[in-house]
């Protein structure tokens, strides 16, 4: 039998709407959109905006797009987006895993397809929002700095989208998209990487570690340095370290 890919019973949008109704008041019609590239934490970032405007924000975006609209991205260290690519597409090879005992490590003849994917995102799709938009209408940011802090982004967004989140909506995203209630409720279920769920947009597998640096982990030692030189011009443009 399938796994199940929704939810209905889970609580994603906080109940005292005393919280969000001025919030979607405000944007009523022009709600945000989230962008990212791939396995840059688009997902997570686009829930907890989602939760914000409760249930108003549209699709996420993966690619270059014009808008009228306010918009939210992320990106992350793209050594760890090109293996996270390879670790949920790695079915056919090692199998898709999403915890340290099974981890498989890669080789860079394994991993180069998805690094010149990613790469290509960040020249084709990140620099041209950033070159596109002002920062008025534009706001990026770094993955490694808001998923262990979700207030570090709720005072991203306040600032951005001139809106207060209270306490309370602060407190209720963190219990809601904190990665344990994550991998529990919504990741675990759905076992394999293909299956998603219809709400969220989280697959079976989609949390690894979720933190800094697990390309060191998951490619070979002898190959860190080449992925460096293959990504160095964007590492240095967007100030991760070599």
């Known amino acids: 039998m399938e796994p199940k890919t929704s939810r209905p019973d889970l609580i994603n949008f906080i109940k005292d709407k005393r919280h969000i109704e001025h919030i979607v008041d405000k944007y009523k019609d022009k709600y945000p959109e989230v962008y990212g590239i791939n396995r840059s934490g688009s997902t997570l970032l686009y829930n907890i905006v989602n939760t914000i405007f409760d249930g108003n924000v549209g699709v996420k975006?993966?690619?270059?797009?014009?808008?009228?609209?306010?918009?939210?991205?992320?990106?992350?260290?793209?050594?760890?987006?090109?293996?996270?690519?390879?670790?949920?597409?790695?079915?056919?090879?090692?199998?898709?895993f999403a915890c340290e005992k099974d981890a498989v490590v890669a080789s860079w003849d394994q991993v180069h397809t998805f690094a010149h994917e990613i790469r290509r995102q960040v020249r084709e799709d990140l620099r041209r929002l950033r070159e596109r938009y002002d920062d008025t209408q534009l706001l990026l940011v770094r993955y490694e700095l808001y998923n262990e802090d979700f207030d570090y982004?709720?005072?991203?967004l306040e600032i951005f989208l001139d809106i207060v989140i209270s306490q309370e909506l602060r407190g209720f995203i963190n219990q809601?998209?904190?990665?344990?209630?994550?991998?529990?409720?919504?990741?675990?279920?759905l076992k394999d990487f293909w299956y998603s769920n219809e709400?969220?947009?989280?697959?079976?597998?989609?949390?690894?570690?979720?933190?800094?640096?697990t390309w060191k982990e998951l490619l070979r030692p002898e190959d860190h340095h080449i992925i460096n030189e293959f990504m160095k011009e964007e590492l240095e443009e967007w100030e991760y370290q070599l």
Not at 153 to 156: K, T, V
Not at 199 to 213: A, M, Q, W
Request: aromatic letters at 16%.
């Open 153 to 156: 982004l709720c005072d991203q």
């Open 199 to 213: 709400e969220t947009y989280f697959h079976g597998g989609h949390i690894y570690k979720g933190s800094h640096g």
């Open 61 to 96: 975006r993966g690619a270059f797009f014009e808008t009228d609209q306010k918009i939210i991205g992320v990106y992350r260290d793209f050594r760890d987006s090109a293996i996270s690519q390879w670790r949920v597409n790695s079915w056919n090879q090692v199998g898709t």
């Open 176 to 189: 809601t998209w904190n990665k344990q209630r994550v991998r529990k409720e919504y990741t675990e279920p």
